[in-house]
């Protein structure tokens, strides 16, 4: 059963750093893409940053771009994101999700549960 | 960047009832297109990829359709368990914008 399990959340102070997590199991995690995506309360779905199977290929919203850095570690299984000079308009559910393809289409077909990022003094 | 936008944000309907929500991209994404189902509390969880490709364990009477810039999502008949609210997503190009979501209610 394919799992994404996120973690490192929780309350920080604008300006403050932030890591999440998100620990995958039933898969083969080093062949699969994988992005964040975030939702801010009672708002919809934003994609925050790309990251290829291997590593060598990265890309982030404007929004986050320079502040924040998305990292994988295939032997450990895990994804990563430091979030750092963190804004109020960060706070959201910070979801970790997989990218299948199908004959050149792609899709988000795996998500964890999420994990929330509150910025606030 | 590509701008998706949904219609309508939110929609009343009854168990039985049949139901489409659009979805309009800002330019052609061909069949680039994804359908996302999401209950209060949970994670999303993709019901359609390639505009109308039923991803596995979706039961059939989700349908999508469309290309280039209008794509429909269609619920044949209307189950409690689908009051939710839905996005689109396109997969055309970086970044892989999303709708702002169509909440659908029980009426």
């Known amino acids: 059963e394919v799992q994404l399990v996120e973690s490192g959340g929780g309350l920080v102070q604008p300006g403050g750093s932030l890591r999440l997590s998100c620990a995958a199991s039933g898969f083969t995690f080093s062949s699969y893409e994988m992005n964040w995506v975030r939702q801010a309360p009672g708002k919809g779905l934003e994609w925050v940053s790309y990251?290829?199977?291997?590593?060598?290929?990265?890309y982030y919203a404007d929004s986050v771009k320079g502040r924040f850095t998305i990292s994988r570690d295939n032997a450990k299984n895990s994804l990563y994101l430091q979030m750092n000079s963190l804004r109020a308009e960060d706070t959201a559910v910070y979801y970790c999700?997989?990218?299948?393809?199908?004959?050149?289409?792609?899709?988000?077909?795996?998500w964890g549960q999420g994990t929330l990022v509150t910025v606030s003094s | 960047d590509i701008q998706m936008t949904q219609s309508p944000s939110s929609l009343s309907a009854s168990v039985g009832d049949r139901v489409t929500i659009t979805c309009r991209a800002s330019?052609?994404?061909?069949?680039?297109l994804n359908w996302y189902q999401q209950k209060p509390g949970k994670a999303p969880k993709l019901l359609i990829y390639?505009?109308?490709s039923l991803q596995s364990g979706v039961p059939s009477r989700f349908s999508g359709s469309g290309s280039g810039t209008d794509f429909t999502l269609t619920i044949s008949s209307l189950q409690p368990e689908d009051f939710a609210t839905y996005y689109c997503?396109?997969?055309?190009?970086?970044?892989?914008?999303f709708g702002q979501g169509t909440k659908l209610e029980i009426k």
């Open positions: 990251i290829s199977s291997s590593g060598s290929t990265i």
């Open positions: 390639a505009a109308s």
């Open positions: 330019q052609s994404i061909s069949s680039y």
């Open positions: 997503q396109q997969s055309y190009s970086t970044p892989p914008a």
């Open positions: 999700a997989r990218i299948e393809f199908w004959s050149g289409y792609h899709a988000f077909d795996y």
